[in-house]
Protein backbone atom coordinates (compact mmCIF):
# COMPACT_ATOMS: atom_id res chain seq x y z
CA UNK A 1 0.00 0.00 0.00
CA UNK A 2 1.62 3.36 -1.21
CA UNK A 3 0.52 5.07 2.24
CA UNK A 4 2.10 2.24 4.30
CA UNK A 5 5.10 2.63 1.72
CA UNK A 6 5.53 6.25 2.85
CA UNK A 7 5.29 5.91 6.40
CA UNK A 8 7.56 3.19 6.51
CA UNK A 9 10.71 5.49 4.60
CA UNK A 10 9.90 8.80 5.89
CA UNK A 11 13.10 8.93 7.70
CA UNK A 12 14.85 8.06 4.42
CA UNK A 13 13.23 10.52 1.99
CA UNK A 14 11.04 13.60 1.73
CA UNK A 15 7.31 12.75 2.34
CA UNK A 16 6.41 15.69 -0.26
CA UNK A 17 8.86 13.24 -2.95
CA UNK A 18 7.45 10.42 -2.50
CA UNK A 19 3.11 11.44 -2.45
CA UNK A 20 4.75 12.79 -5.96
CA UNK A 21 6.56 9.84 -7.04
CA UNK A 22 3.84 7.68 -5.60
CA UNK A 23 0.77 9.43 -7.32
CA UNK A 24 -0.85 10.02 -3.91
CA UNK A 25 -1.96 13.51 -2.39
CA UNK A 26 -0.26 14.67 1.09
CA UNK A 27 -3.10 15.55 2.89
CA UNK A 28 -4.71 12.40 2.14
CA UNK A 29 -1.45 10.58 3.29
CA UNK A 30 -1.45 12.76 6.20
CA UNK A 31 -5.49 12.46 7.08
CA UNK A 32 -4.27 8.28 7.38
CA UNK A 33 -1.81 9.19 9.62
CA UNK A 34 -3.97 10.82 12.29
CA UNK A 35 -7.18 8.33 11.68
CA UNK A 36 -5.40 4.53 11.51
CA UNK A 37 -7.96 2.28 9.50
CA UNK A 38 -9.26 -0.41 11.23
CA UNK A 39 -7.74 -4.14 9.98
CA UNK A 40 -10.33 -4.88 7.83
CA UNK A 41 -10.44 -1.33 5.86
CA UNK A 42 -7.02 -1.61 5.53
CA UNK A 43 -7.90 -4.72 3.57
CA UNK A 44 -10.25 -3.45 1.53
CA UNK A 45 -8.12 -0.46 0.47
CA UNK A 46 -4.67 -2.95 -0.29
CA UNK A 47 -6.84 -4.88 -2.33
CA UNK A 48 -8.68 -2.03 -4.00
CA UNK A 49 -4.75 -1.26 -4.83
CA UNK A 50 -4.37 -4.24 -6.62
CA UNK A 51 -8.06 -3.76 -8.63
CA UNK A 52 -7.26 -0.57 -9.88
CA UNK A 53 -3.61 -1.96 -11.11
CA UNK A 54 -5.34 -4.52 -13.11
CA UNK A 55 -7.79 -2.07 -14.31
CA UNK A 56 -6.00 0.53 -15.51
CA UNK A 57 -3.71 -2.17 -16.96
CA UNK A 58 -6.98 -3.53 -19.26
CA UNK A 59 -6.98 -0.17 -20.46
CA UNK A 60 -9.80 0.81 -18.11
CA UNK A 61 -11.84 -2.54 -19.89
CA UNK A 62 -11.93 -5.29 -17.34
CA UNK A 63 -15.02 -6.27 -15.28
CA UNK A 64 -14.99 -7.66 -11.61
CA UNK A 65 -15.19 -11.16 -13.28
CA UNK A 66 -11.87 -10.69 -15.29
CA UNK A 67 -10.19 -8.52 -12.23
CA UNK A 68 -11.28 -11.68 -9.59
CA UNK A 69 -9.81 -14.00 -12.35
CA UNK A 70 -6.62 -11.88 -12.61
CA UNK A 71 -6.47 -11.64 -8.53
CA UNK A 72 -6.72 -15.19 -8.35
CA UNK A 73 -3.59 -16.06 -10.32
CA UNK A 74 -1.62 -13.81 -8.47
CA UNK A 75 -2.45 -15.49 -5.78
CA UNK A 76 -4.80 -13.39 -3.99
CA UNK A 77 -7.86 -15.18 -1.96
CA UNK A 78 -10.72 -12.72 -1.72
CA UNK A 79 -14.42 -13.38 -2.60
CA UNK A 80 -16.17 -12.23 -6.05
CA UNK A 81 -18.77 -10.45 -4.64
CA UNK A 82 -16.12 -8.20 -2.41
CA UNK A 83 -13.96 -7.70 -5.56
CA UNK A 84 -17.38 -6.34 -7.61
CA UNK A 85 -18.18 -3.97 -4.38
CA UNK A 86 -15.00 -2.73 -4.23
CA UNK A 87 -14.63 -1.65 -8.13
CA UNK A 88 -18.47 0.17 -7.78
CA UNK A 89 -16.46 1.93 -4.42
CA UNK A 90 -13.51 3.09 -6.95
CA UNK A 91 -15.71 3.96 -9.66
CA UNK A 92 -13.66 1.20 -11.95
CA UNK A 93 -16.44 0.71 -14.65
CA UNK A 94 -15.35 -0.87 -18.10
CA UNK A 95 -15.50 1.19 -21.33
CA UNK A 96 -18.99 0.07 -23.04
CA UNK A 97 -18.98 -0.82 -26.19
CA UNK A 98 -19.89 1.31 -29.46
CA UNK A 99 -22.87 -0.14 -31.46
CA UNK A 100 -22.26 -0.31 -35.62
CA UNK A 101 -22.50 -3.50 -38.24
CA UNK A 102 -20.72 -4.62 -41.30
CA UNK A 103 -21.13 -6.96 -43.38
CA UNK A 104 -17.99 -9.64 -43.33
CA UNK A 105 -20.52 -12.81 -44.70
CA UNK A 106 -21.42 -13.41 -48.14
CA UNK A 107 -23.38 -16.59 -47.88
CA UNK A 108 -25.29 -16.22 -51.24
CA UNK A 109 -22.98 -17.84 -53.08
CA UNK A 110 -23.39 -21.62 -54.77
CA UNK A 111 -20.12 -22.92 -53.37
CA UNK A 112 -20.71 -26.62 -51.58
CA UNK A 113 -21.06 -26.31 -47.99
CA UNK A 114 -20.16 -28.42 -45.13
CA UNK A 115 -22.73 -29.42 -42.44
CA UNK A 116 -22.62 -28.51 -38.80
CA UNK A 117 -20.48 -31.19 -37.60
CA UNK A 118 -19.63 -29.06 -34.12
CA UNK A 119 -23.69 -28.60 -33.59
CA UNK A 120 -22.47 -26.21 -30.55
CA UNK A 121 -20.42 -28.28 -28.63
CA UNK A 122 -18.64 -25.60 -27.86
CA UNK A 123 -15.91 -27.76 -25.47
CA UNK A 124 -12.33 -29.64 -26.60
CA UNK A 125 -10.77 -32.07 -24.06
CA UNK A 126 -7.11 -31.14 -25.35
CA UNK A 127 -5.65 -28.48 -27.80
CA UNK A 128 -5.57 -28.94 -31.30
CA UNK A 129 -8.83 -30.94 -31.82
CA UNK A 130 -11.00 -27.97 -32.77
CA UNK A 131 -10.25 -24.95 -34.33
CA UNK A 132 -12.86 -21.82 -35.13
CA UNK A 133 -12.47 -18.94 -36.84
CA UNK A 134 -14.31 -16.12 -38.35
CA UNK A 135 -13.61 -12.68 -39.79
CA UNK A 136 -14.46 -9.21 -37.97
CA UNK A 137 -13.48 -5.04 -39.32
CA UNK A 138 -11.96 -1.96 -37.94
CA UNK A 139 -12.67 0.87 -39.20
CA UNK A 140 -9.68 3.47 -39.66
CA UNK A 141 -9.59 6.70 -41.44
CA UNK A 142 -8.44 5.41 -44.45
CA UNK A 143 -11.12 2.54 -44.85
CA UNK A 144 -12.02 -0.95 -42.93
CA UNK A 145 -9.07 -3.03 -41.94
CA UNK A 146 -10.63 -6.84 -41.96
CA UNK A 147 -9.36 -9.23 -39.43
CA UNK A 148 -9.78 -13.20 -39.91
CA UNK A 149 -8.86 -15.24 -36.56
CA UNK A 150 -8.15 -19.04 -35.84
CA UNK A 151 -9.47 -20.00 -32.15
CA UNK A 152 -8.23 -23.11 -30.50
CA UNK A 153 -11.34 -24.08 -28.97
CA UNK A 154 -9.71 -26.26 -25.89
CA UNK A 155 -7.61 -22.50 -24.87
CA UNK A 156 -9.60 -19.93 -26.46
CA UNK A 157 -6.84 -19.06 -27.83
CA UNK A 158 -5.74 -17.15 -31.15
CA UNK A 159 -3.43 -19.45 -32.85
CA UNK A 160 -3.69 -18.07 -36.41
CA UNK A 161 -4.62 -14.85 -37.79
CA UNK A 162 -3.97 -12.04 -40.72
CA UNK A 163 -5.26 -8.25 -41.78
CA UNK A 164 -6.42 -7.11 -44.71
CA UNK A 165 -8.16 -4.27 -46.66
CA UNK A 166 -9.89 -6.83 -48.49
CA UNK A 167 -12.48 -9.19 -47.94
CA UNK A 168 -10.29 -11.90 -50.52
CA UNK A 169 -10.01 -15.30 -49.91
CA UNK A 170 -6.38 -14.82 -49.19
CA UNK A 171 -7.17 -12.84 -45.99
CA UNK A 172 -8.54 -16.41 -44.23
CA UNK A 173 -6.12 -18.80 -46.25
CA UNK A 174 -2.91 -16.47 -44.58
CA UNK A 175 -4.88 -16.62 -41.30
CA UNK A 176 -5.24 -20.63 -41.20
CA UNK A 177 -1.85 -21.00 -42.60
CA UNK A 178 -0.33 -18.99 -39.81
CA UNK A 179 -2.13 -21.39 -37.50
CA UNK A 180 -0.92 -24.51 -39.62
CA UNK A 181 2.36 -23.00 -39.24
CA UNK A 182 2.70 -22.39 -35.19
CA UNK A 183 0.58 -25.41 -33.70
CA UNK A 184 0.87 -28.44 -36.43
CA UNK A 185 -2.15 -30.01 -35.92
CA UNK A 186 -2.55 -33.84 -36.09
CA UNK A 187 -5.08 -35.19 -38.65
CA UNK A 188 -8.68 -35.20 -37.87
CA UNK A 189 -8.80 -31.69 -36.46
CA UNK A 190 -12.18 -30.14 -36.81
CA UNK A 191 -12.21 -26.66 -38.53
CA UNK A 192 -15.84 -24.77 -37.97
CA UNK A 193 -16.32 -21.69 -39.81
CA UNK A 194 -19.59 -19.53 -41.36
CA UNK A 195 -20.74 -20.65 -45.04
CA UNK A 196 -19.17 -17.30 -46.10
CA UNK A 197 -17.64 -17.36 -49.85
CA UNK A 198 -14.35 -17.02 -48.49
CA UNK A 199 -14.51 -20.47 -46.34
CA UNK A 200 -16.25 -22.52 -48.54
CA UNK A 201 -14.10 -21.03 -51.96
CA UNK A 202 -11.98 -23.99 -53.94
CA UNK A 203 -8.74 -22.65 -52.49
CA UNK A 204 -9.93 -22.35 -48.56
CA UNK A 205 -11.59 -25.82 -48.80
CA UNK A 206 -8.12 -27.24 -50.85
CA UNK A 207 -6.10 -26.62 -47.93
CA UNK A 208 -8.19 -28.36 -45.51
CA UNK A 209 -7.93 -31.61 -47.34
CA UNK A 210 -4.72 -31.02 -47.44
CA UNK A 211 -3.86 -30.94 -43.78
CA UNK A 212 -6.52 -33.44 -43.26
CA UNK A 213 -9.48 -31.40 -41.25
CA UNK A 214 -12.39 -32.10 -41.21
CA UNK A 215 -14.90 -29.12 -42.44
CA UNK A 216 -18.13 -28.04 -40.42
CA UNK A 217 -19.99 -24.88 -41.20
CA UNK A 218 -22.80 -22.90 -39.00
CA UNK A 219 -26.41 -22.59 -40.54
CA UNK A 220 -26.82 -19.90 -42.42
CA UNK A 221 -26.81 -16.59 -40.66
CA UNK A 222 -26.86 -17.96 -37.67
CA UNK A 223 -24.35 -16.61 -34.91
CA UNK A 224 -24.69 -18.48 -32.28
CA UNK A 225 -23.50 -21.88 -34.28
CA UNK A 226 -19.92 -20.10 -33.46
CA UNK A 227 -20.38 -17.98 -30.55
CA UNK A 228 -16.64 -18.60 -28.87
CA UNK A 229 -15.50 -16.55 -32.19
CA UNK A 230 -18.42 -14.27 -31.77
CA UNK A 231 -17.30 -13.51 -27.95
CA UNK A 232 -13.83 -13.37 -28.78
CA UNK A 233 -14.93 -10.66 -31.58
CA UNK A 234 -17.11 -8.74 -28.90
CA UNK A 235 -14.30 -8.79 -26.00
CA UNK A 236 -11.92 -7.86 -28.85
CA UNK A 237 -13.98 -4.71 -29.79
CA UNK A 238 -14.87 -3.63 -26.30
CA UNK A 239 -11.25 -3.74 -24.79
CA UNK A 240 -9.67 -2.22 -27.89
CA UNK A 241 -11.40 -1.01 -31.24
CA UNK A 242 -14.04 0.62 -29.91
CA UNK A 243 -12.00 3.05 -28.22
CA UNK A 244 -9.53 3.49 -30.90
CA UNK A 245 -9.78 6.03 -34.10
CA UNK A 246 -7.13 5.15 -36.12
CA UNK A 247 -5.94 7.66 -38.80
CA UNK A 248 -4.40 4.68 -40.98
CA UNK A 249 -4.62 0.72 -41.51
CA UNK A 250 -1.03 0.22 -40.63
CA UNK A 251 -1.37 2.04 -36.55
CA UNK A 252 -4.42 -0.23 -36.27
CA UNK A 253 -2.53 -3.17 -36.96
CA UNK A 254 0.44 -3.00 -34.56
CA UNK A 255 -2.38 -2.25 -32.36
CA UNK A 256 -4.08 -5.29 -33.54
CA UNK A 257 -0.68 -7.48 -33.36
CA UNK A 258 -0.18 -6.06 -29.90
CA UNK A 259 -3.63 -7.13 -28.38
CA UNK A 260 -3.89 -10.73 -30.16
CA UNK A 261 -0.05 -11.75 -29.01
CA UNK A 262 0.40 -10.20 -25.72
CA UNK A 263 -2.80 -8.74 -23.86
CA UNK A 264 -5.28 -11.35 -24.73
CA UNK A 265 -3.11 -14.09 -24.90
CA UNK A 266 -2.20 -13.43 -21.21
CA UNK A 267 -6.02 -12.56 -19.83
CA UNK A 268 -7.63 -15.87 -21.86
CA UNK A 269 -4.49 -17.86 -20.24
CA UNK A 270 -5.70 -16.36 -16.93
CA UNK A 271 -8.84 -17.47 -17.04
CA UNK A 272 -8.30 -20.70 -18.45
CA UNK A 273 -6.06 -21.56 -15.42
CA UNK A 274 -8.76 -20.42 -13.19
CA UNK A 275 -11.66 -22.22 -14.91
CA UNK A 276 -9.83 -25.77 -15.77
CA UNK A 277 -7.45 -26.25 -12.70
CA UNK A 278 -7.71 -26.05 -8.92
CA UNK A 279 -5.77 -23.02 -7.66
CA UNK A 280 -2.74 -23.13 -5.96
CA UNK A 281 -2.07 -21.75 -1.91
CA UNK A 282 -3.00 -18.34 -2.36
CA UNK A 283 -2.12 -15.37 0.39
CA UNK A 284 -5.24 -14.24 1.72
CA UNK A 285 -5.91 -10.63 1.37
CA UNK A 286 -7.17 -10.41 4.67
Not at 32 to 46: C, E, V, Y
Not at 123 to 135: Q, R, Y
Not at 141 to 150: I, P
Not at 179 to 187: E, F, M, N, S, Y
Request: glycine share 6%; with cysteine; hydrophobic share 35%.
Amino acid sequence: MKYQFIAEHDQQYPVTLMCRVLGVVRSGYYRWRKAPLGKRKMADLILSMHIKDIFEQSRDTYGSYRIYAELLDEGIRCGRERVARLARENNLEPKAARRFKVMTTDSNHKLPVAPNVLDRKFTAEEPDKIWLTDITYVPTAEGWLYLAAVMDLYSRRIVGWAMSDSLHRQLVIDALQMAIAVRHPPPGLLHHSDRGSQYASEDYQALLTQTQMVGSMSRKGNCYDNAPMESFFGTFKTELTFHCDYPTRNEARLDIFEYIEVFFTIGSGVIQRWVTKAQPSMKPCH
